[in-house]
């Protein structure tokens, strides 16, 4: 398992904005706490960077300055990854 920043992940195509409720339900029940939450699952491409798979909810709540979450490698792909928009961008 590896600790990344959540700022740096990059959205699916189909998730490029966070589920507004689902947000605010989770800030309510966790804040900015990252304890004991779930890995995100992310596809890694050959330059390293990472695209969430599931989690993007999670790392939207989780991305404040110096915080670290942790993420699970599924899949390595061969597409660029690196023109998809970053959490930090849509947070």
Known sequence: MLFVDPGELR???SR????PFKLARQFAAYNGNVDRMPPIEVIVDRAGVMQIQNGVTRATRACQPGTKVPVVVQAPTRRDLSGRPKVRDQS
Do not use: K, Q, T
Not at 16 to 19: C, F, G, I, P
């Open 16 to 19: 490029e904005s966070v589920d």
């Open 11 to 13: 959205l699916p195509p």
